[in-house]
């Protein structure tokens, strides 16, 4: 699931592809799509994005045909936005992304379309394989969410540090950290990464935890410089809120621009904890699956099934795959003598797996004994297969035969005697 990183590497992509560029023409929506249609049309409008936490906000904004050919001159972005711009905020769902392509390489699951004005056209499209996520017209910032952990930290910790006395924060810390209503930005693949660095069992209590990671740094001694030096080192869990997702961020700038394959690489070679071998697993109480190390916690679920795991990322395996495949192996061109230096080795083994299968089925011919009766005999008939057997089958008359036989016998009419009737009368 797209979490608080994806969503701002795609806000960016969007920035970087439409920087220049005029888009024109209505939006279009698929058919299968359940979102509401885009009831926006322009000759010529820009499109810029913004993102926060897990949504991100597209502006269309209509320009004046005066002012496009010095935009597109200048390769810049029009600032002025017009009075009837549209806004569109997009929650991502499991799968949701977007892409900019050509007019004939529109992805399959595209879902909303905005067409370029140049020739050939290119396509913006959200793409969606699942269909989870959703587009609000004219819509805002959600107001359950809470700010974002990356690009509004101060409010952020304020608004964790002032609510701890709230009931969210008795559940299990793992439960508490997918709580978009104070950790607006953390998911699933987050949440596993921060308590593992800290060494925090997953199911202890919300409010317990962030108290001890918090007090631990502020009741210490030292002079201001040295608590800056072990903030740096040993962070409390709130600053690793809004670190972790800048890491993400940091290293896949270049995200979109990418090939799916080699940034799963990458990313893979950055996770400690989240899907990698020889962690635990345990399902929450949302269903929600958690990677830990370690001891689970007072708050564990008891009797909890572990889910399946499917795929694990082992580190050596990894890097010797991802080191195979970026060699490129040169493709060998068949030639006559490669094909007859191959093809003696090929009809030798041939050779041998005929005798073989042959070798298992004839079967051992005893003396006195024909072939047919061995075989008889192995497969456990007792009958004996000889040559008047085989006259017998000859002349017996088949189904079909039998039937034109009786049909040319002539039916002859039935007599009754008369002196039967006057005996069987005397005797009454």
């Known amino acids: 699931m797209p979490e608080g990183p ?39 409008y820009t499109i810029c994005s913004e993102s926060r936490g897990k949504e991100i906000k597209l502006t269309l904004s209509p ?34 992304h977007f892409r900019m392509t050509s007019e004939d390489e529109i992805p399959k699951h595209a879902h909303l379309r905005f067409y370029t004005k140049e020739k050939p056209r290119r396509v913006l499209s959200f793409v969606d394989i699942r269909r989870f996520g959703s587009w609000e017209v004219n819509g805002s910032w959600q107001p359950d969410r809470g700010p974002c952990v990356m690009f509004e930290y101060e409010q952020f910790r304020a608004n964790v540090l002032n609510n701890l006395s709230n009931k969210a924060f008795e559940k299990p810390i793992c439960e508490v950290l997918l709580n978009q209503k104070y950790f607006n930005g953390i998911g699933n693949y987050l949440r596993a990464e921060i308590l593992f660095r800290l060494k925090i069992p997953p199911f202890t209590q919300g409010r317990a935890a962030i108290e001890l ?32 997702p800048l890491e993400v961020v940091n290293f896949a700038g270049d995200y979109y621009e990418r090939e ?38 007072p708050m564990a679920p008891k009797g909890a099934k ?32 490669s094909l007859v230096q191959a093809s003696p080795q090929k009809s030798t083994k041939s050779v041998v797996v005929k005798k073989k299968k042959q070798s298992k089925e ?67």
């Not at 994806?6 to 058919?31: Q, R």
């Not at 740094?217 to 030096?229: A, F, I, P």
């Not at 893979?268 to 635990?280: D, H």
């Not at 795929?311 to 040169?330: F, G, R, W």
């Open 6 to 44: 994806d969503l701002h590497l795609a806000s960016c992509y969007i920035n970087k592809v439409c920087s220049g560029v005029v888009f024109s023409g209505a939006v279009v929506k698929s058919e299968v799509s359940k979102n509401p249609e885009v009831p926006f049309a322009s000759e010529a």
């Open 63 to 96: 320009i004046k045909e005066e002012k496009v050919k010095e935009n597109v001159k200048r390769g810049k972005q029009q600032n002025t936005m017009a009075s009837n711009a549209l806004t569109l905020v997009f929650r991502f769902g499991m799968s949701g």
């Open 213 to 244: 990671s918090v007090k631990s740094q502020e009741n210490s001694e030292h002079s201001l410089s040295k608590k800056v030096k072990v903030k740096m080192e040993n962070p409390d869990i709130l600053e690793l809120c809004h670190s972790v």
């Open 260 to 297: 799916p394959l080699e940034y799963y690489s990458v990313f893979s070679k950055w996770l400690q904890c989240y899907y990698v071998a020889g962690m635990k697993t345990l399902r929450d109480s949302n269903g929600r699956t958690i990677w830990f190390q370690g001891e689970a916690g």
């Open 306 to 337: 572990v889910p399946k795991r499917k795929y694990l990322i082992q580190k050596q395996e990894t890097e010797e795959n991802d080191a195979k495949s970026l060699v490129v192996k040169p493709k060998i061109k068949k030639t006559k003598k």
């Open 362 to 428: 004839l079967p051992s011919v005893r003396t006195g004994q024909s072939v047919e009766e061995t075989i008889s005999a192995q497969r456990g008939r007792k009958r004996v297969v000889s040559h008047d057997s085989a006259v017998k089958k000859q002349q017996t008359p088949t189904r079909k035969q039998k039937v034109v036989k009786e049909e040319v016998k002539p039916k002859i009419p039935r007599t009754v005697d008369p002196m039967r009737r006057t005996r069987n009368s005397k005797a009454k």
